[in-house]
């Protein structure tokens, strides 16, 4: 999630303090994504010192205002234009739980993917539950949030969809390798060889 450009965009609507920027990023995408004061002033901070904002000092009640310079407009339209670069993936704590799962001894790996689907199919619910809530209200000023919340409920069922190739991917390989014949060891050949020989021995005994 870009903060930077969020906050920037947010600025060329109007100029706004801290507490606003937060407030008004949370309104428009659900509180989905929430924001910590701390990293709002801080990256505030990082804009101002990169020309991109500019502070316009205190409203007289306390709060410092800031400003979107002519370069930070620039900034904003070229954030728009451009595609979000999916060259380098966003780290998916998901799936490298179950790569991890599935190379490592001991793991349960079918109960790792059954545990997930469920707490993904509760979330889809709610997410549906709630779209479905949002959109009886039919209001203009919903349609941010209803984006959004598409977005999780196919982000979501992709990740379902997934989980269900996992498992059968499991079920695959459980079967291949039950079904393939057993290699000897050591251990065993010598222990036929021993069973020969002793047979050998006494096989002609009364």
């Not at 100029?15 to 407030?23: D, I, M």
């Not at 979330?123 to 009886?136: E, F, G, H, P, V």
Request: proline content about 3%; overall charge neutral.
């Amino acid at each position: 999630m870009s903060v930077r450009h969020s906050l920037l965009a947010l600025l060329k609507e109007q100029s706004r303090y801290g507490y606003q920027l937060r407030a008004e990023f949370e309104q428009r995408t659900g509180s989905t994504w929430p924001l910590n004061i701390g990293q709002v002033y801080t990256t505030l901070d990082r804009l101002e010192r990169d020309g991109l904002v500019t502070n316009d000092g205190d409203d007289g009640n306390g709060h410092v205002i800031y400003r979107l310079t002519a370069e930070g407009a620039e900034e904003v339209r070229n954030w728009f234009a451009k595609p979000v670069a999916a060259t380098n993936p966003p780290r998916n704590e998901l799936a490298i739980k179950l790569a991890l799962a599935v190379t490592l001894p001991g793991v349960d790996v079918q109960a790792v993917i059954q545990a997930q689907r469920a707490a993904s199919m509760r979330s889809l619910q709610d997410y549906t539950k709630a779209r479905r809530t949002t959109a009886a209200h039919d209001r203009p000023e919903d349609t941010a949030w209803l984006l959004v919340l598409d977005s999780l409920i196919y982000s979501t069922e992709a990740e379902v969809r997934w989980l269900d190739h996992c498992e059968s991917r499991m079920l695959q390989l459980s079967a291949q390798n039950a079904a393939r014949p057993r290699t000897r060891s050591v251990g065993d050949s010598a222990s036929g060889a021993a069973a020969e020989k002793n047979l050998h021995i006494h096989g002609g005994r009364k």
